[in-house]
């Protein structure tokens, strides 16, 4: 798409171990435009943590990333020195880490990590930048949002320190923002809030916004297209309306049976499920890796994962509709 912000193809991430090499991310592409959100979602362990630190540059030391493509704003992260990528990390392109009661470093008051990265890549001094961080701070809908700049984050609850990891990946004005898991430590309420927040933000800055989750609940809330990811692959992608409306992939409609469903899941009726575990990605991988744990599964399942598209839906299967 000529027209993406950030456009990724035939990414691979693999991991060195004492067992072999782990191919975590295996040959996957998409692309994602300014003012959209692109949902990347499955089980843990499919690897959409490690596809968005691949994107950033932020893998571990054992790691290794291949991509034939990774486009930023025309500029090919790939091609990058270590300089060039912490110019453009925090500035254009920022993250918002899983976790936040452990995210923030507790040795240091919320102000100071605000407004570091903001002097670091804006050249500002500290009263700009103060003057920046109260202002996002209100903007994610924190209370009294100056004196929050003098607290350390374990005098704030979860909600509040999820807002400040919102609020810090704002504060340099990106135009990718990465949102890896922001509501798993919340609670339902709250999660609510965080969703509706970045919803508006993106709309209100024009971000492209990438979210990273586990829960087709937060996904139908906010996403105009998702990114369906099983062991390391892509396995189907499409807009929103087409991954729930019509889903191909055998997984992806198990995922989707998974959840409750207003107005048709009636009380008391059991749920779907998905047998088995994601497979380990240790060593040589043939096939589709999801024929140990599908109802449709062949022989030829084994050796081939044949793509399939109809329009801008793309899937994975043998089978030409699920």
């Known amino acids: 798409m000529s027209d993406a912000l950030l456009q990724v193809e035939n990414l691979s991430v693999d991991i060195g171990t004492s067992a072999g090499a782990l191919h975590a991310v295996r040959d996957i592409s998409f692309s994602v435009k300014r003012?959209?959100?692109?949902?990347?979602?499955?089980?843990?362990g499919c690897g959409k943590s490690?596809?968005?630190?691949?994107?950033?540059?932020?893998?571990?030391?054992?790691?290794?990333r291949r991509a034939?493509?990774?486009?930023?704003?025309?500029?090919?992260?790939?091609?990058?020195?270590?300089?060039?990528?912490?110019?453009?990390?925090?500035?254009?392109?920022?993250?918002?880490?899983?976790?936040?009661?452990?995210?923030?470093?507790?040795?240091?008051?919320?102000?100071?990590?605000?407004?570091?990265?903001?002097r670091r890549h804006k050249r500002a001094g500290a009263a700009e930048a103060r003057e920046r961080a109260v202002f996002l701070l209100d903007k994610v809908g924190i209370a009294a949002a100056g004196d929050r700049l003098g607290q350390y984050p374990h005098q704030l609850s979860g909600g509040l320190r999820q807002r400040i990891?919102?609020?810090?990946?704002?504060?340099?004005g990106p135009e990718l923002v990465i949102a890896d898991e922001p509501t798993t430590a919340l609670d339902v309420t709250i999660q609510a809030q965080i969703l509706r927040l970045l919803a508006e933000l993106r709309e209100e800055l024009g971000i492209a916004l990438i979210l990273i989750t586990h829960d087709l609940g937060v996904v139908a809330r906010i996403a105009d297209r998702v990114a369906v990811m099983y062991a390391g692959e892509i396995i189907e992608q499409g807009g929103a309306a087409n991954i729930f409306g019509d889903p191909r992939h055998p997984y992806t409609r198990g995922l989707i049976d998974c959840i409750?469903?207003?107005?048709?899941?009636?009380?008391?009726?059991?749920l779907g499920v998905i047998p088995g575990v994601v497979p380990s990605l240790l060593g040589k991988i043939e096939g589709c890796t999801f024929r140990d744990r599908c109802a449709?599964?062949?022989?030829?399942?084994?050796?081939?994962?044949?793509?399939?598209?109809?329009?801008?839906?793309?899937?994975r299967c043998i089978l030409e509709d699920a």
Not at 50 to 64: D, E, I, N
Not at 260 to 270: D, Q, S
Not at 296 to 315: F, K
């Open 35 to 44: 003012g959209e959100t692109l949902c990347i979602v499955g089980e843990s």
């Open 50 to 64: 490690m596809t968005s630190l691949a994107v950033m540059g932020l893998l571990p030391r054992q790691a290794k």
């Open 68 to 118: 034939r493509q990774l486009i930023f704003s025309g500029e090919d992260l790939t091609r990058k020195t270590a300089g060039e990528l912490n110019a453009l990390r925090g500035n254009r392109m920022a993250m918002i880490f899983q976790e936040p009661m452990t995210a923030l470093n507790p040795a240091y008051t919320i102000g100071d990590q605000l407004m570091e990265g903001y």
């Open 165 to 172: 990891m919102i609020a810090m990946a704002l504060m340099c």
């Open 260 to 270: 409750p469903l207003p107005g048709k899941t009636r009380p008391g009726e059991k």
């Open 296 to 315: 449709h599964a062949e022989a030829r399942c084994s050796t081939v994962a044949p793509a399939r598209q109809s329009g801008n839906h793309l899937w």
